[in-house]
């Protein structure tokens, strides 16, 4: 083994293990907060793993939208439901934590017998390596152009929706029970006095 | 050099990891996170797939770069949801989002 097999594999090691302990802990840990930093671990281990991937695009890309957008925007989403709330402890939820460790533990082992058994057709071409971004954008206004319009549509149509879905009308100044509903409708609060009504019989519709 | 096998196996226990983040958890955002953490066990397959099966012309990175594409898609729409149903159900704990439970 020489220097640089064994300092890929020294580094594969390192970010193997820390990819799999943030994980967990994303998963385990009863602090969201924590969870959503530690998430960010998971991104920046995964990047890491894409550069020893000889994929350098990628990992920019990666480090780009997940760290940068996506782990902002669930920071962002558990500040704005802040809620310090104690779940209603359920009865039996160790059984169905039990039965969904051991379906995934089984599905782990799955997966690797699969992984293991499976003859691989490795190529022996040499890898792209640096010349991977030229490629990339080769590929995506060449053969992969309507696919790649299609995802610049499908984010627009994701910012329009998320937007529309997420807007909240503020009526301060209007009490609920003012409100002359028409006749023949259901009884359903307004949308826009969901989160101005704190009235203590409005919680439980 | 690293064989893709220890890839593959590192891709499928972050998978499990997510898929037991997605049943167990009691709180929407946390749910929101383990689909991240499926997405990018998948596109850890894809790019491994690129650089050992396929290196001169590497559809894998394209593939993972429309994956990431469409998990920021997914993220913000999600975020979205859970914003709207939190403001009319004044909680995030999925075992009370049992409106369709028939």
Known sequence: MNLADGVQLVSFGVLAVMMLGTALGVVLLSSIVYSAFLLGGVFISISGLYILLNAGFVAAAQVLVYVGAVNVLILFGIMLVNKQEDFVPLKNVWLGRAATAAVCVGLFALLGAMILTTPWQVSLLPAAGDNATVIIGQHLFSDFLLPFELASVLLLIALIGAIVLARRDFLPDLDVDSIQRPALTLPERPRELAGVATTPGDSES | ?102
């Open chain 2, 1 to 102: 050099m690293i064989s893709l096998q220890y890839f593959l196996l590192l891709a499928a226990a972050l998978f499990c990891i997510g898929i037991y983040g997605l049943v167990t958890s009691r709180n929407a955002i946390r749910v929101l996170m383990s689909i991240e953490l499926l997405l990018n066990a998948v596109n850890l397959n894809l790019i491994a797939f690129a650089n050992y099966l396929d290196p001169a012309s590497i559809k894998g990175q394209v593939f993972g770069v429309f994956v990431i594409t469409i998990a920021a898609a997914e993220a913000a729409v999600g975020l979205a949801i859970v914003l709207s149903i939190y403001r009319n159900r004044n909680t995030v704990d999925m075992e009370q989002f049992n409106l369709l439970k028939w």
